[in-house]
């Protein structure tokens, strides 16, 4: 089975599922997952404090309906689970249209949209349609039922880390969230991109760092995430990203950590420099603004994590951002499949960003008397090895790292390594250490 | 009686007055202000060492005139007071037109200017006069009489402090000078300005800063009240301006304190970027530079005080400037209104510019349960209250004051201000003390 | 004799030297140029360990020829000392065209150009030629002969010093190499600037700073003069240069040292900003890359001294470059004149940038009392002159150097340093010492 095919069947499965920031949708959700990661999954009892915030009831929802006056179902949630307002406490009533409207949700300039509406903190409940749907309801009385439970449950949410094989305490973040109902870009793409790139990072014989993937629902599963592990990240967490919105055929976008100029965002930008002409594909960056999805927590300035987010188009710049039209024709998998390679190369990078310290640092070390000097036929390859050895023995000071020199000498970092490990091996370098 | 009449009122009591650096005119000129501002008049004796300087005699004037070879009076003081070289020294002699010429100074391309001459330092005596005058001078005999005298007397100053009503003990500085007889953009608009902008400043209920008001005559008078309260100001002195060249229609221009990015400039900065389109003017913002006017003083070396000044057209910038063509038609009241409310808008900015410090800076603080999540009507300004709300908290490290902060987020100060009081409040934010 | 017909007398008798790293051509070229300056000749013996390297056998050559099918010299040493690969082992041997082919160097599409080869550390032999002589070689035996020796010799350089005639102890670097046989911008132009440089700078009555003069081969020359003095050029060198292909008529060139901001840096940056529009050049600024030159030993991370280096048209940016054509043809000796006085105009700056206080910081001081008030009649230049006292006096701060203020008043630094001196007798200013 290719790569694709298997992504939509994952993807075909965890579509329907009711999600939201608990319950069972959540949990059989990350079950599935469990499939191609293997998440530790905890649960965290409602009522615990996670730092300013309490986790909320657990919600799970079975069915709900509004039949219209003539008695036919009008909205059905089985035909999509985003015509309930997510959380909606039970209720089973009959009421007028007029009555019944502050409970309907639509957006009058996108006529066919079903909105995604929430009320985790606030008892509600309410139905959401499309305009178009909205308009066609008629005078009369309407029987509204919804079908959920709210009781004292448990938050869920996953992790895993895929140890480093060089006996290395700094960790990648790799989060996602996952608390959506049936929507594509936003979410389910962040989940796939995860589980698909743990798969490859687990599979790969060396490791500099410890990976740790984090699912969780988004904000509270963050919180919670973060006060059982924010000490410990603080510590390790030497480069991170939040994974969302990355299966579009859009341009890429990287949102800087909020310290903007972290390891995470100089090898970052630095990839996407040198490696999106590959994959015929642009990009922009943009600054850290707090606003968005679980960067909110991670670069809170109590924790301020070198936490950076690789997108395609980023939230809320899209139209069908937050609506039933984020649906399973807005994605592209080949574009995720794509996104999930500009991952590898960029946490290959961060791996390769070393700080080396030249140990013959007066004058230039003699080239030929150790075999460095390149003798490849191709001239022009050759001039090129020679310069990027110069770069590296004349930077590496102890302070600029690979990426440093790499961005001073014009050439992607990849090119840089090799040169330098061969470099390290002749006894002309060294690794010294540093921080993100 | 409007703003506008009563300032119109004010300029033309001082407009006639024949100022100097000492003298009665000087002195008369600060009494009319105390109708408006309560100065506290200083004297410093002639003779004086301040810094490097020494204070000059003092200089009075009662009449000046140049009778021509038909015995009618070719410049007459008592029609201009810019018809004198300022400082002149007493005279009464005849003199043929080649004798006399050494003594008359004209612009040769300004044909209608009466130039501004002064001879502080260096005893000397003159007359001003336009170039259409001087060429109609015929060759014959004529008396010049200046009827001054300089006398062992005293330099005058002014200056007034509003005091903080928060038990604050930094300051801030509003100088200007007067010194110039019969001119009105430089420099009676200055001394103006700072008069109505202390009505508005002593109004005020609430003011964090002490405010201290300075009008005295330029660089000797600055110099002098330096040597006095220099000591004081660099320890206390938190933003400051000179007023000067501030009621013409132009453009405003902000000339930059020596530091470059002192509170005052980045506050000042930002309100002429925030609210300049309001009022319909552009503006420019100029690096400090020593030539000008008492920033000269203030900002030497050896002060170095955080004092920019917030001007219209810049002295030296138009052609007017110096001469007796800067006069009641050339300036203009509605713009000088309109700077006292930019001015007022710049020190409001400074006082709203606390730096904040978030109380719960691990993760988001939960605002719904805080009543603190934005409830109005308006979807769009919900969502600008929300984002701001967010830019506050996440920037509030200690290291971003509100300025800063309102930068990031690219909204103007003032809507951030009442957001993070409110947030201080609900003690989510709490105030620590900076420096300029 | 003029200047130029001087030069050009010795650039005759230095062009056909068979010069190499080592041996008696570049002794012979250094014999020469002590005519013009009195340089210091060591010898380093063959085997001494200079850092990583260790200095190679001493190469000498008599002659070398290839003699065709027919007994005719095809390629004859004594027309052009390129046509054979520096540094060949000694060679006399009969071989078909075929066997002849991978000993000879020739460039494809330079049809005219003899290639500069030379294979110092590794045993060879081989002719260079031009691609059109190669073409018309007939098949057959040839016998090639190249009278060469290796042997344990020494390799040779010079230096002198121009001694500070105000005790100071830093210097200034002059260091140029001297190793390539027949060719004229890359690098005999280099050796010329530095010998009537010297001529220049021995003749001046005042010296700030001594002069360090450094002709040496190329790499390890530098090496080998670095191992003996080194740390003491880490401890003295306040600014130097790498004269290097300095006599064509191309733009001037300044790549700057490895620190990127060393006063060398700025002082010949902004002599070029100031200088060359008075001599019709343009001129580019590039940033240190460890490629190039002898700066490539004198910024190598252990030593990273301020080494800078002023250029016309940089090696490896012209066709003619390491070829035959770069030949008497292609040099100008006024354009090499012309760079000769950028080099005083730029040691002059660097003379010139003091660090001065000033010791009356409060206040601006007076001048007029102190005869420091400009008088001159021209009004443009007089009001020029305050201008600049004034920029002198507020920056004098000891955080700026004359260059930075010259910069921020936009005025070349040799019209402030006469401004500055005068203020400094008159007791305004006075020097403080800085490093580089």
């Given at each position: 089975m290719t790569q694709i095919s298997e992504m939509q069947e994952y993807f075909d499965r965890l579509w329907p599922l009711h999600r939201s920031i608990t319950g069972e949708g959540l949990r059989k959700s990350l079950r599935i997952l469990k499939e191609i990661i293997p998440l530790n999954l905890s649960e965290v009892a409602s009522g615990t404090q996670v730092f300013d915030w309490k986790v909320p009831m657990e919600w799970n929802i079975e069915d709900a309906y509004l039949l219209g006056p003539s008695g036919e179902k009008v909205i059905d949630f089985q035909q999509n689970n985003l015509h309930v307002v997510n959380y909606s406490e039970p209720v089973n009533c009959e009421l007028s249209l007029d009555d019944l409207n502050p409970f309907l949700h639509s957006i009058s300039d996108q006529p066919t949209a079903i909105p995604y509406v929430t009320s985790y903190y606030k008892s509600r409940w309410g139905f959401c349609l499309s305009e178009n749907q909205r308009r066609s309801l008629v005078p009369g009385r309407y029987k509204a039922v919804i079908d959920s439970t709210l009781h004292a449950g448990s938050l869920t949410y996953g992790d895993c880390v895929v140890p480093s094989t060089e006996n290395e305490s700094r960790e990648i973040l790799i989060s996602t969230y996952l608390c959506h109902?049936?929507?594509?870009?936003?979410?389910?793409t962040g989940p796939l991109l995860s589980a698909f790139l743990y798969r490859k990072l687990a599979a790969q014989k060396v490791r500099r760092f410890n990976y740790r993937f984090v699912i969780a629902p988004e904000t509270i599963g963050a919180l919670a995430y973060l006060s059982k592990h924010g000490e410990h990240l603080k510590k390790y967490c030497h480069a991170g990203f939040i994974v969302?919105?990355?299966?579009?055929?859009d341009d890429l976008t990287y949102k800087r950590s909020r310290r903007g100029d972290a390891t995470v965002d100089r090898c970052t930008e630095h990839v996407l420099k040198y490696f999106t002409p590959h994959i015929q594909t642009n990009y922009s960056v943009v600054d850290f603004f707090p606003e968005g999805s679980d960067e909110r927590q991670y670069c809170s300035p109590g924790f301020n994590l070198p936490v950076g987010s690789l997108m395609r188009a980023m939230y809320g710049t899209y139209p069908e951002y937050h609506t039933s039209l984020d649906d399973k024709d807005f994605i592209s998998l080949p574009a995720l499949v794509n996104t999930i390679e500009v991952y590898m190369k960029t946490v290959q990078a961060i791996e390769a960003n070393h700080t080396y310290l030249n140990t013959k640092p007066y004058g230039e070390p003699q080239l030929g008397s150790r075999g460095l000097y390149p003798t490849l036929a191709n001239v022009r390859e050759r001039d090129k090895q020679l310069k990027l050895t110069m770069y590296i023995l004349n930077f590496s000071d102890g302070e600029h790292d690979l990426c440093a020199i790499a961005e001073k000498a014009g050439a992607p970092i990849w090119e840089l390594y090799p040169i330098a490990e061969k470099l390290r091996e002749r006894d002309l370098l060294r690794r010294i250490s540093t921080s993100p």
């Open positions: 109902p049936s929507m594509g870009n936003n979410e389910l969302t919105c990355c299966g579009t055929d």
